[in-house]
């Protein structure tokens, strides 16, 4: 079999898998790829991104997999393959069914020198399914691993050996190619939970909306990350991480945990407490494996059958009277500081976000103050919030968010990221003349440097006389510049109603609003902030 014919072959596979969106960066060895992908997106099969940068590329894919459309991403042999692992770790702790397709030369020739050449085996380690793919049978194998990954949610890579002619010798004209019918996994039966113990909902990223639905038939405070797709309804608690730190958190006796929770040591210090019962529903990832006790694993779980009980709605009583508490007291503080707030801007940039809209949330401090920020949404309104938590690193995010504005087209999307995210992934912003971009706004808010140091303890008063060198790492890149250089809409504000007005009126198509604030008073800000819910006792 020819490049050209195993590369067609293994495109109708990924086809018929349901991977219909495509990221190639251009490369020799994966050019019978390349010609293939042109040839299938010409046809109308596929939809065919281009991007220079490897590691652009791979996130790019995540965004597109991680908000229901399936994607690929394609590159060439060597160091082009490292620069996927970022994505292809982060697929695999968060469960993203990511499809990493690279190109190799025959496996004759590793380990002997040959140029380009290094062991693409298993490179991105046991965490992601590896296919070789050298030979006719290996094709079905790999469109088999393509189909099972989508049901496992779990990333796979398929190392594509290509040796002769690069180039076809004629155009393909593909017919279309349905999509495999795979029948869903049985629906669990559902565990009843008792009634009786002080209970909260924990809903960590990706939790689901069933986490939402239990707290409500349970008449249980419901305390949900805004990446949970449960933070909406009456029974969400937008001040949990502070009023965690009162007497209201210290009376909790059971958690029922969804999702992967990552943003607050005060949700980790609950799930440690060897008084607080866990009660768990694994998350999506390679590691579903909780790292605290857990008193009770189920599939699924179903509120008690009588409903709330009279101490379970005085229970709930409690927390939202102490949720609208706290809730203004914040919002009056934060009104009163004399510089726009990044608490402010997160509150306003989730506020923005319109119904069936799209908001992807940076790593560090933007996640944070969008959870102690965003008031709960109502229910049916289908706002997306997204974000990379299975690492939670900063790695592809601009790269990310592109790739969900791509694959979930409508209302205007957003980005919340900080400066140092931004700067981190400039060539996400890299697109070709000729390449499709999103309705995306990306919001930076920028205090030119790493403030999240600030609130943990190496941002401490005695460390001050190195924290910037080491942690801080004030970097003074002019934003507008770097917008300019890859021809990305740019605008500066430095007030609340300027970034409504920003936000209220997008141009439409990629664009980037900085906001400028203060990192110099961030550790004294978080501190009132909590001081207010200690206030409440």
């Known amino acids: 079999m020819s490049a050209t014919e195993l590369a067609r072959a293994l495109l109708t596979r990924l086809l018929a898998g349901g991977v219909r969106e495509y990221v190639l960066a251009p490369g020799s060895r994966n050019a019978p790829l390349a010609f293939a992908l042109a040839d299938a997106a010409d046809a109308g099969l596929l939809r065919l991104h ?23 991403v394609v590159c060439t042999s060597g160091t082009a393959v490292a620069n996927l692992h970022p994505a292809a770790l982060e697929s695999a702790h968060s469960g993203v069914p990511t499809v990493f397709l690279t190109a190799d030369r025959p496996a004759s020739l590793r380990g002997t020198g040959a140029s380009q050449t290094t062991d693409q085996t298993g490179v991105f380690g046991e965490l992601v399914q ?8 290996d094709v079905s194998a790999a469109g088999a691993a393509v189909v099972a990954g989508a049901v496992q949610l779990r990333p796979v890579h398929l190392n594509v050996q290509f040796s002769g002619l690069l180039v076809p010798e004629d155009r393909w ?7 495999v019918a795979v029948e869903p996994p049985p629906a669990p039966t559902p565990y009843e939970l008792p009634s009786g113990p002080r209970t909260v909902v924990v809903a960590g990223d990706d939790a689901g909306s069933w986490s939402r639905v239990l707290a409500e038939r349970a008449g249980w405070p419901l305390l949900a990350e805004p990446t949970s797709a449960a933070r909406r309804g009456d029974h969400a608690v937008r001040t949990y991480r502070l009023l965690l730190e009162t007497e209201l958190g210290a009376a909790v006796e059971r958690v029922v945990l969804a999702g992967h929770p990552t943003l607050s040591r005060p949700v980790s210090a609950l799930l440690e407490r060897a008084d607080v019962e866990v009660v768990s529903v694994p998350p999506r990832g390679c590691w579903p494996t909780r790292p605290f006790p857990v008193a009770r694993e189920e599939a699924a779980l179903a509120a ?24 203004r007291q914040i919002d009056r503080l934060l009104a009163s500081e ?23 949330v940076g790593a560090s401090n933007p996640i944070r103050d969008l959870d102690l920020m965003m008031a709960p949404t109502s229910v049916g309104a289908r706002r997306k919030v997204v974000a990379n938590r299975g690492l939670a690193g900063i790695d592809g995010t601009l790269s990310s968010a592109v790739g969900a504005a791509l694959g979930r087209p409508g209302p205007q999307a957003y980005a919340l990221v900080g400066d140092v995210t931004f700067v981190h992934d400039l060539t996400g912003l890299v697109t070709g003349t000729d390449q499709e971009r999103p309705d995306l706004t ?21 460390y001050a006389d190195r924290y910037d060198r080491l942690f801080g790492t004030p970097h003074g890149v002019d934003l507008a510049s770097a917008c300019a250089a890859v021809r990305i809409p740019h605008l ?9 007005q920003a936000l209220a009126s997008p141009n439409g198509g990629l664009e980037v609003v900085e906001v400028v604030v203060r990192r110099d008073n961030r550790r004294d800000l978080d501190a009132r902030l909590r001081a207010l819910a200690s206030d409440l006792g």
């Open 304 to 327: 008690p059958a009588d409903g709330p009980s009279a101490a379970d709605e005085e229970w709930l009583a409690v927390w939202r009277s102490a949720d609208r508490t706290l809730g």
């Open 50 to 72: 281009t991007r220079i940068d490897e590691r652009t590329a791979g996130f790019l894919a995540l965004g597109l997999t991680k908000v229901g459309r399936r994607a690929a």
């Open 442 to 462: 990306v919001v930076v808010v920028n205090d030119d440097g790493g403030s999240i140091f600030t609130t943990l303890e190496q941002g401490a008063p005695q």
């Open 492 to 500: 500066r504000v430095h007030s609340l109603p300027e970034l409504e």
């Open 130 to 137: 590896f296919h070789d793919v050298g030979e006719p049978g």
């Open 173 to 179: 004209q593909p017919a279309p190619v349905p999509v």
């Open 338 to 360: 004399p510089d726009l707030t990044p608490h402010e801007v997160a509150r306003t940039v989730g506020a923005a976000v319109p119904e069936g809209g799209l908001l992807w």
